[in-house]
């Protein structure tokens, strides 16, 4: 980690002295334990605010469309394929970019580690290549951090870069042929009424202040549906019918462009996993059209293209 | 007014004398965070919390409120006619509000409870709520109370305090509403002059603790255009996803918007929290926006805060100190940094 970061310092460094990017967007140290920072540097001495932890989960990705600039950006696996996904869908350009790729190792799941101390405050958190040593007024531990991995870590196949101009680290091992969607089939097995019950719960404690939709690199639409107010397609109340519109809707509109890089469910204040209504999809993306979003800057996403092919008549 | 002591088992005894008169709300544990529920039959408090995940404004200020019904039906002689939504006010206390907290309560109410305008039901609900406040004696690394005025033991706004001195609570009634509620919850036995030295010192220990400091002397007398021109905008928003959550976590945050919603031929006007930070609150008609870009509507968060409801009020910020933006804050924008940035230019 500590090597990932003078890595990216000193290409960010090289590139905004040799004015090949005009801006870096990486992380910086938060200020509170288990955080980072979005940043964007535009001098070369300021390059020394990069850093990398397994704090970093964030989608860089976030911050790219429309920009004119010429821009360097850290990415891990994830926010590659997003990155991917914005050259597909024009929001940027890839000649726009300098892409420093990170070999990720995974992004520990904060609330993971606050519930593991029971709500007791953690003040200290210091990371090494494979553990995390956390403090409190009165006690202090030293764990794994792959046990604590987020769930989308967790079952991940991409964990490097699938495009990037220059590496800051050797290629890590990619995960074969496990079977990612146990979580999807729980909700899939169960009866119509039972998970209507079981989304319907998920749901329940959301505040509709959209940082899943804001945090997730696939919503740049310049007006939201559940912004649009002539005509207004949902209520803004937080009556259950409103906010399960919001969130079924969101995961649709994300079908087949979803890389499940876990930023709208890090980002949620409610901690409410909304992936699982996106990976539902992200399945069915796979299994209809043998899409996984974002490995390639040439092929469009499956939900916004036509091949004569096709198996389905009514389309041919 | 009296200085009472509640031995730790009489605690429920108390909250539970308190339910024969009032809805009581409290804090109950909910998977890993805590927050404010109207405590059912049976149903444990839980005081083992340093603030629960959003703060208690909503039971005075819901995130939702039906205000009015009309009818559109035009044979009816009711149509189009706004009529108040039916609404109950029982009398209520808020168990364990956290001082911050109700400093927070009235600091909103300036907005919803003034000579110009008094919100009806803001008003009845405050007139029906009482405050029940606990004192923290563990603040957190991101509490900053004390630098706003407030304190983990302030008094502001509440009609009890309580301190947990560990084998017993110090009740510390502040208001005659408060002095009902000891009387009424059969709290009898007075505090002695050990108990009351007790509590002074956990008080000045809780003070100490807090090591989270933000400056704020300097923000009423800076130019207001200086501080809107400052330099350092940019780079407070770039990181910014302009979700809610701050304003929605915030317990000071008090900004609504009012919605028509009508199925065939009823319909309800509704209050529904709304926020700053969202590109439709200042979505003109016209399709003009004056605050179309993020940075213009981080900067109006905080100049809101630390600037303009200081020079409106002369009554300090528009923030308590309890951190809970801080903390929710997906990519850590934290206000602590903005206070030095605002104070220091």
Same mark, same amino acid.
Request: net charge negative; hydrophobic share 35%; glycine share 6%.
């Given at each position: 980690?500590?090597?990932?970061?003078?890595?990216?310092?000193?290409?960010?460094?090289?590139?905004?002295?040799?004015?090949?990017?005009?801006?870096?967007?990486?992380?910086?140290?938060?200020?509170?334990?288990?955080?980072?920072?979005?940043?964007?540097? *535009? $001098?070369? /001495?300021?390059? +020394?605010?990069?850093?990398?932890?397994? =704090?970093? %989960?964030?989608? #860089?990705?976030?911050?790219?469309?429309?920009?004119?600039?010429?821009?360097?950006?850290?990415?891990?696996?994830?926010?590659?394929?997003?990155?991917?996904?914005?050259?597909?869908?024009?929001?940027?350009?890839?000649?726009?970019?300098?892409?420093?790729?990170?070999?990720?190792?995974?992004?520990?799941?904060?609330?993971?580690?606050?519930?593991?101390?029971?709500?007791?405050?953690?003040?200290?958190?210091?990371?090494?290549?494979?553990?995390?040593?956390?403090?409190?007024?009165?006690?202090?531990?030293?764990?794994?951090?792959?046990?604590?991995?987020?769930?989308?870590?967790?079952?991940?196949?991409?964990?490097?870069?699938?495009?990037?101009?220059?590496?800051?680290?050797?290629?890590?091992?990619?995960?074969?042929?496990?079977?990612?969607?146990?979580?999807? *089939? $729980?909700? /899939?097995?169960? +009866?119509?009424?039972?998970?209507?019950? =079981?989304? %319907?719960?998920? #749901?329940?404690?959301?505040?509709?202040?959209?940082?899943?939709?804001?945090?997730?690199?696939?919503?740049?639409?310049?007006?939201?549906?559940?912004?649009?107010?002539?005509?207004?397609?949902?209520?803004?109340?937080?009556?259950?019918?409103?906010?399960?519109?919001?969130?079924?809707?969101?995961?649709?509109?994300?079908?087949?462009?979803?890389?499940?890089?876990?930023?709208?469910?890090?980002?949620?204040?409610?901690?409410?996993?909304?992936?699982?209504?996106?990976?539902?999809?992200?399945?069915?993306?796979?299994?209809?059209?043998?899409?996984?979003?974002?490995?390639?800057?040439?092929?469009?996403?499956?939900?916004?293209?036509?091949?004569?092919?096709?198996?389905?008549?009514?389309?041919? | 007014?009296?200085?009472?002591?509640?031995?730790?088992?009489?605690?429920?005894?108390?909250?539970?004398?308190?339910?024969?008169?009032?809805?009581?709300?409290?804090?109950?544990?909910?998977?890993?965070?805590?927050?404010?529920?109207?405590?059912?039959?049976?149903?444990?408090?839980?005081?083992?919390?340093?603030?629960?995940?959003?703060?208690?404004?909503?039971?005075?200020?819901?995130?939702?409120?039906?205000?009015?019904?009309?009818?559109?039906?035009?044979?009816?002689?009711?149509?189009?006619?706004?009529?108040?939504?039916?609404?109950?006010?029982?009398?209520?206390?808020?168990?364990?509000?956290?001082?911050?907290?109700?400093?927070?309560?009235?600091?909103?109410?300036?907005?919803?409870?003034?000579?110009?305008?008094?919100?009806?039901?803001?008003?009845?609900?405050?007139?029906?709520?009482?405050?029940?406040?606990?004192?923290?004696?563990?603040?957190?690394?991101?509490?900053?109370?004390?630098?706003?005025?407030?304190?983990?033991?302030?008094?502001?706004?509440?009609?009890?305090?309580?301190?947990?001195?560990?084998?017993?609570?110090?009740?510390?009634?502040?208001?005659?509403?408060?002095?009902?509620?000891?009387?009424?919850?059969?709290?009898?036995?007075?505090?002695?002059?050990?108990?009351?030295?007790?509590?002074?010192?956990?008080?000045?220990?809780?003070?100490?603790?807090?090591?989270?400091?933000?400056?704020?002397?300097?923000?009423?007398?800076?130019?207001?255009?200086?501080?809107?021109?400052?330099?350092?905008?940019?780079?407070?928003?770039?990181?910014?996803?302009?979700?809610?959550?701050?304003?929605?976590?915030?317990?000071?945050?008090?900004?609504?918007?009012?919605?028509?919603?009508?199925?065939?031929?009823?319909?309800?006007?509704?209050?529904?929290?709304?926020?700053?930070?969202?590109?439709?609150?200042?979505?003109?008609?016209?399709?003009?926006?004056?605050?179309?870009?993020?940075?213009?509507?981080?900067?109006?968060?905080?100049?809101?805060?630390?600037?303009?409801?200081?020079?409106?009020?002369?009554?300090?910020?528009?923030?308590?100190?309890?951190?809970?933006?801080?903390?929710?804050?997906?990519?850590?924008?934290?206000?602590?940094?903005?206070?030095?940035?605002?104070?220091?230019?």
């Amino acid at each position: 980690m500590i090597a990932y970061s003078e890595k990216m310092r000193e290409i960010a460094k090289k590139l905004l002295k040799e004015k090949a990017v005009d801006l870096v967007i990486g992380f910086k140290k938060g200020t509170l334990p288990m955080m980072t920072e979005p940043v964007m540097i *535009k $001098e070369p /001495e300021e390059t +020394g605010q990069l850093c990398w932890s397994s =704090f970093c %989960s964030m989608n #860089l990705a976030n911050y790219l469309p429309k920009r004119k600039e010429k821009i360097g950006i850290i990415a891990k696996g994830c926010d590659s394929r997003n990155i991917a996904v914005h050259i597909v869908e024009n929001q940027i350009q890839r000649d726009q970019l300098y892409i420093i790729g990170v070999p990720c190792t995974g992004m520990v799941d904060r609330r993971k580690i606050q519930s593991l101390v029971a709500g007791k405050e953690l003040r200290e958190v210091v990371e090494s290549d494979e553990e995390l040593y956390i403090k409190g007024k009165d006690f202090e531990q030293t764990v794994k951090k792959i046990d604590y991995l987020q769930d989308n870590c967790i079952t991940c196949m991409h964990k490097n870069p699938v495009i990037y101009d220059e590496m800051v680290g050797e290629m890590v091992g990619e995960r074969k042929d496990p079977d990612p969607y146990d979580d999807v *089939k $729980e909700s /899939e097995a169960m +009866g119509s009424d039972e998970r209507w019950e =079981f989304f %319907s719960n998920l #749901l329940k404690d959301c505040i509709r202040c959209y940082a899943c939709r804001n945090a997730c690199p696939l919503c740049y639409c310049p007006t939201c549906f559940v912004d649009e107010s002539d005509p207004q397609w949902v209520g803004k109340s937080i009556d259950p019918t409103d906010t399960m519109s919001f969130h079924i809707l969101r995961a649709f509109h994300c079908a087949g462009r979803c890389t499940d890089c876990g930023a709208c469910q890090q980002a949620c204040p409610m901690d409410i996993n909304m992936r699982l209504l996106t990976r539902r999809l992200n399945k069915d993306a796979l299994e209809l059209y043998g899409c996984e979003a974002g490995l390639s800057i040439e092929e469009r996403p499956p939900l916004d293209t036509y091949r004569p092919d096709d198996y389905d008549k009514f389309i041919r | 007014m009296s200085e009472k002591i509640i031995s730790r088992e009489d605690l429920e005894r108390f909250i539970k004398a308190l339910q024969q008169d009032y809805e009581v709300y409290a804090p109950v544990k909910e998977g890993v965070s805590h927050s404010f529920q109207p405590l059912k039959d049976g149903e444990t408090v839980d005081l083992n919390f340093c603030n629960t995940r959003l703060s208690p404004k909503s039971l005075l200020f819901p995130q939702s409120e039906r205000m009015f019904e009309f009818n559109l039906d035009e044979t009816s002689e009711e149509a189009h006619i706004l009529k108040e939504a039916p609404k109950e006010f029982h009398p209520s206390v808020i168990f364990g509000i956290r001082p911050c907290d109700a400093k927070a309560v009235r600091l909103i109410n300036v907005n919803f409870d003034n000579p110009e305008f008094k919100d009806p039901w803001w008003v009845k609900r405050m007139d029906s709520m009482a405050f029940i406040g606990l004192g923290c004696n563990e603040p957190s690394s991101t509490c900053f109370c004390t630098s706003v005025g407030g304190g983990p033991f302030h008094e502001e706004g509440l009609d009890v305090l309580l301190f947990d001195l560990g084998d017993l609570y110090f009740a510390k009634a502040l208001t005659d509403k408060g002095e009902r509620l000891l009387e009424q919850g059969g709290v009898r036995k007075d505090a002695d002059a050990d108990t009351k030295k007790r509590a002074d010192a956990l008080k000045q220990e809780a003070e100490d603790k807090i090591n989270s400091h933000v400056p704020t002397d300097k923000l009423k007398d800076k130019e207001v255009l200086e501080l809107f021109d400052a330099p350092f905008w940019d780079e407070v928003a770039f990181p910014c996803i302009n979700c809610g959550t701050c304003t929605f976590v915030c317990p000071t945050c008090w900004c609504f918007d009012i919605q028509d919603e009508v199925q065939k031929t009823q319909g309800d006007r509704i209050r529904n929290w709304d926020s700053c930070m969202f590109p439709l609150f200042t979505l003109h008609a016209s399709g003009h926006n004056p605050r179309s870009d993020k940075v213009q509507r981080v900067r109006q968060r905080f100049m809101h805060k630390l600037k303009y409801y200081v020079d409106k009020y002369g009554d300090g910020v528009a923030c308590v100190g309890c951190g809970r933006c801080v903390n929710s804050c997906p990519v850590n924008i934290d206000i602590r940094e903005v206070f030095k940035l605002m104070n220091e230019l």
